[in-house]
């Protein structure tokens, strides 16, 4: 049996995994090593066993020799939600970046977002992580975010995604601020199927987000592949926050807003858009989904 495919895939591999097979051989040096930091005190007065690492790995490393920062969430720790010390480490790598000025950073996000065991020291590490990520951006050094786990990227750590310079998925992340379940267990099974897998894959995933501007890069759940999509971002100029982008980028959420509220379904967006046979559009590779964006 070829299972070629498992062992190139991102979504298979645990955070360590992700890390080693994307950066230059040999070249990652882990920061705050497993043991030099006290687990959780919050998960641990709850009785509840915390990880060597709080479900977070930071380090630095090259990437074609150039040197660049990685933090990247382990989804298989309380599906990466995000805590005290995890969102510590996480600050402090960035604030970091802005005094060493590597590269740029790669966060390789795989969170259901913030950790509720942990309750407001979770919740505050969320807004620290924001106002973090955009002290780096300001300091010209640009983020580079790769969703393609098995979490994804929802809540707080949806909207952190969103401010990174570029946002590189694969057709397996998924990308969004309230979750499926989040949505029905609120609103009911009408207005949302959670349990409907094509559904969700179809409103959060990596495709429509691609059509959709909201991310950057659209690559196949393949190392390789989102190497590649890494160079490429390293090689763009970074964007300068000012206020003429930031209103150009909400001009641009208000239109898709206007235009689309209440669907509940990318179908319909996807056929608004004019793009041929909608209904196939889940069963393209994400270079054919590329072709379609380009024309």
Same mark, same amino acid.
């Given at each position: 049996?070829?299972?070629?495919?498992?062992?190139? @895939?991102?979504?298979?591999?645990?955070?360590?995994?992700?890390? &080693?097979?994307?950066?230059?051989?040999?070249?990652?040096?882990?920061?705050?090593?497993?043991?030099?930091?006290?687990?959780?005190?919050?998960?641990?007065?709850?009785?509840?066993?915390?990880?060597?690492?709080?479900?977070?790995? #930071?380090?630095? &490393?090259?990437?074609?020799?150039?040197?660049?920062?990685?933090?990247?969430?382990?989804?298989?720790?309380?599906?990466?939600?995000?805590?005290?010390?995890?969102?510590?480490?996480?600050?402090?790598?960035?604030?970091?970046?802005?005094?060493?000025?590597?590269?740029?950073?790669?966060?390789?996000?795989?969170?259901?977002?913030?950790?509720?065991?942990?309750?407001?020291?979770?919740?505050?590490?969320? @807004?620290?992580?924001?106002?973090?990520?955009?002290?780096?951006?300001?300091?010209?050094?640009?983020?580079?975010?790769?969703?393609?786990?098995?979490?994804?990227?929802?809540?707080?750590?949806?909207?952190?995604?969103?401010?990174?310079?570029?946002?590189?998925?694969?057709?397996?992340?998924?990308?969004?601020?309230?979750?499926?379940?989040?949505?029905?267990?609120?609103?009911?099974?009408?207005?949302?199927?959670?349990?409907?897998?094509?559904?969700?894959?179809?409103?959060?995933?990596?495709?429509?987000?691609?059509?959709?501007?909201?991310?950057?890069?659209?690559?196949?759940?393949?190392?390789?592949?989102?190497?590649?999509?890494?160079?490429?971002?390293?090689?763009?100029?970074?964007?300068?926050?000012?206020?003429?982008?930031?209103?150009?980028?909400?001009?641009?959420?208000?239109?898709?807003?206007?235009?689309?509220?209440?669907?509940?379904?990318?179908?319909?967006?996807?056929?608004?858009?004019? #793009?041929?046979?909608?209904?196939?559009?889940?069963?393209?590779?994400?270079?054919?989904?590329?072709?379609?964006?380009?024309?």
């Amino acid at each position: 049996m070829d299972n070629s495919h498992i062992q190139q @895939s991102f979504y298979e591999k645990t955070a360590r995994n992700r890390i &080693a097979s994307i950066v230059d051989k040999n070249s990652f040096q882990e920061v705050l090593k497993p043991g030099s930091i006290p687990v959780s005190p919050n998960l641990a007065s709850l009785d509840i066993v915390g990880s060597f690492d709080d479900g977070v790995i #930071i380090g630095q &490393a090259k990437i074609q020799n150039e040197p660049v920062y990685m933090i990247a969430q382990e989804g298989k720790f309380m599906g990466g939600a995000v805590g005290e010390i995890h969102g510590a480490k996480i600050v402090g790598m960035l604030l970091k970046a802005i005094e060493e000025k590597p590269k740029a950073i790669i966060f390789l996000v795989d969170s259901g977002g913030v950790r509720l065991h942990e309750a407001n020291a979770g919740l505050i590490t969320i @807004s620290e992580i924001m106002r973090a990520m955009l002290k780096v951006r300001n300091a010209g050094i640009p983020i580079i975010t790769v969703i393609g786990g098995t979490n994804g990227a929802f809540g707080g750590m949806g909207i952190c995604a969103c401010l990174s310079t570029h946002v590189i998925m694969t057709e397996e992340g998924r990308l969004a601020l309230s979750g499926p379940e989040v949505i029905e267990t609120i609103k009911g099974v009408e207005e949302f199927d959670s349990k409907d897998r094509a559904l969700v894959w179809r409103v959060t995933g990596g495709k429509t987000r691609y059509l959709l501007d909201h991310v950057d890069f659209l690559v196949e759940d393949d190392i390789e592949d989102i190497k590649q999509g890494i160079v490429e971002a390293l090689q763009q100029p970074a964007v300068d926050l000012d206020l003429d982008y930031l209103q150009q980028q909400q001009a641009a959420l208000q239109s898709q807003y206007d235009q689309w509220f209440g669907e509940k379904d990318s179908i319909p967006i996807w056929q608004s858009m004019n #793009i041929d046979n909608p209904e196939s559009i889940s069963m393209l590779s994400a270079q054919q989904i590329r072709a379609i964006k380009k024309g």
